[in-house]
């Protein structure tokens, strides 16, 4: 297990988790010109992102005992075909059916690809170097969203509909082609990992993760912080800006990037409070839920247009919800023995993507209703009705603020029992001042 050959082993898993976030992000981008190639309407379109998200959300589970069973190469492999076959569908479909067949396969792959990618961690690296490798999982794959609004979008525009997302298609198989030549499951000599146990073991095995606090916890987490930026980013976000906002593409393709660099630029921040605060997570994630709303009542509540430095300090803000996320997975690291992990950690993901897939789903029905209606006044995405149906998101904050505030209380009971006791934030901000300063009027030895 040389570190060189770890290495080598983790980019090409990356590589292909970059691959699979390119291809869940990309219709986020192609929204308007679905809109057009498909004749449908606000409600067709967010169905083809939640479709895709339900897909995904509901194969975390599964894919979690398969990649036991099979191993990280097979299932990164498998998912880089299926999503190369999706794009290869929608590269060529002209009809709503067709498409949605594709964001099926798409999101079927996605979902084989990330749980796969996590699982080579543990078994490459020495375990002081799990939690600095899995940050910088997540931070890679955000490249893959960049690939996506950017390469991209370019060739959508250039080049039109088919070219770009053959162009997607040839990425997965070149994905494909580097996990079977170059990627291994576990170092030589380690041997394969044994299968889990059968269904009735599984089941009871989720029962138990989920009858725990902490893993609730994690996944009204995850629900909560992480929704707001996928909707934007998938589905919304472009139509939004470009119609609502009446910014030019090229103004929206930097905004999306910004998105990117401010997620993978704070993720080390969160990761190292995590670290050093572990009873003050879930604060963090309702200042991050706090802020998210705070961000979008500014946006949507600004009479006219918002300033462009607006919708940046927005995009910042979602942008922080991807890596604080991320702590719902802490949550169920922590609240689960070591065998329970993966169950506990599909959980928490299903959270943040059943969310977005409600969340997605709502705006583009609220967008249908005002257009029928005559409230748009015959432009199905203008700023109006924009206006109305992204303020669904501010229920579904106070639905996840309000569940993770149930669950950490039934985690602080739990806690309790065994004798851990989290003082009130006010009493532990007071006595890590009195610390400070006290180590501030130690004499150093140059004092003597």
Not at 143 to 164: D, E, I, K, M, N
Not at 165 to 175: D, E, K, N, V
Not at 214 to 219: A, D, Q
């Amino acid at each position: 297990m040389t570190a060189p050959r770890a290495w080598l082993i983790w980019t090409i898993g990356i590589f292909g988790y970059l691959v699979a976030v390119a291809q869940r992000t990309s219709f986020g981008v192609v929204g308007l010109e679905a809109t057009e190639r498909f004749h449908a309407t606000a409600s067709a379109i967010s169905f083809f992102t939640v479709l895709q998200l339900l897909v995904y959300a509901g194969l975390q589970i599964p894919v979690g005992v398969l990649v036991d069973r099979f191993g990280s190469r097979a299932m990164i492999a498998g998912g880089a075909v299926l999503m190369g076959l999706g794009q290869l569908q929608l590269a060529f479909a002209e009809s709503i059916p067709g498409g949605v067949l594709g964001r099926v396969l798409v999101g079927a792959g996605d979902a084989m690809t990330f749980i796969s990618v996590i699982r080579l961690i543990p078994l490459w690296f020495a375990p002081a170097r799990v939690p600095l490798v899995t940050q910088l999982t997540g931070m890679s794959g955000q490249l893959g969203q960049l690939f996506s609004v950017l390469p991209f979008a370019l060739v959508l525009h250039l080049s039109g509909w088919t070219p770009a997302f053959l162009l997607l298609a040839g990425m997965s198989a070149l994905a494909v082609v580097l996990v079977l030549l170059l990627l291994q499951d576990s170092p030589p000599g380690t041997g394969r990992p044994h299968a889990r146990q059968g269904l009735r073991a599984t089941g009871a095995s989720l029962a138990r993760a989920w009858s725990q606090p902490g893993t609730r916890l994690g996944m009204w987490s995850h629900f909560t912080i992480q929704f707001s930026g996928t909707v934007f980013a998938m589905t919304w976000g472009y139509p939004f800006l470009i119609s609502g906002q009446g910014l030019e593409a090229g103004t929206v393709a930097a905004l999306m990037a910004l998105y990117v660099a401010a997620a993978m630029a704070v993720g080390p921040f969160i990761g190292r409070f995590v670290s050093r605060h572990p009873l003050r997570r879930s604060t963090m994630v309702l200042l991050i839920a706090g802020a998210t709303a705070a961000a979008w009542a500014a946006v949507l509540l600004l009479p006219g247009r918002a300033p462009l430095w607006l919708l940046a300090g927005l995009v910042v803000v979602l942008a922080i919800g991807g890596p604080g996320s991320m702590i719902g997975f802490d949550f169920a690291r922590t609240f689960n023995p070591a065998h329970r992990i993966g169950t506990a950690t599909g959980i928490v993901n299903v959270g943040g993507f059943i969310a977005a897939l409600v969340s997605i789903f709502l705006i583009g029905l609220v967008l249908d209703v005002l257009y029928a209606t005559g409230f748009s006044q015959g432009v199905l995405y203008g700023l109006a009705p924009f206006r109305l149906a992204l303020s669904v998101q501010f229920l579904l904050l106070a639905i996840g603020a309000a569940a993770i505030l149930a669950s950490r209380r039934k985690v602080r009971r739990q806690m309790a029992a065994q004798g851990i006791v989290v003082p009130p934030l006010r009493s532990a901000l007071a006595r890590q001042r009195r610390e400070s300063l006290a180590r501030r009027r130690q004499p150093t030895p140059s004092d003597d």
